[in-house]
């Protein structure tokens, strides 16, 4: 979009279509495949209630994050807490 006005800028995003850059082209890897999804249902414009989110468990469950180890993730806050209360 190149333009400042905040109005146009809104009036794309509202009616473009979501497109994505040339290198998320090629979707045969499966990897590929679940960020274009879970970018375009984070994204969904048509219909809100279509949309991901609305609660941490829905976001964590979406084929994207298979794999991603949430517990350590969950508890790098903790670790830095710890830091800090150690100094």
Do not use: C
Request: avoid cysteine; charged fraction near 25%.
């Amino acid at each position: 979009v190149d333009t400042d006005d905040m109005k146009e800028i809104y009036d794309q995003i509202m009616t473009n279509s979501l497109e994505f850059p040339s290198f998320m082209k090629d979707t045969s890897h499966h990897l590929m495949r679940s960020a274009k999804l879970l970018i375009a249902q984070l994204l969904d414009k048509t219909n809100p209630n279509n949309r991901l989110g609305g609660s941490y468990q829905n976001l964590k469950s979406h084929p994207f994050f298979a794999g991603f180890d949430w517990v350590l993730f969950d508890n790098l806050g903790n670790a830095d807490e710890q830091d800090d209360d150690s100094r």
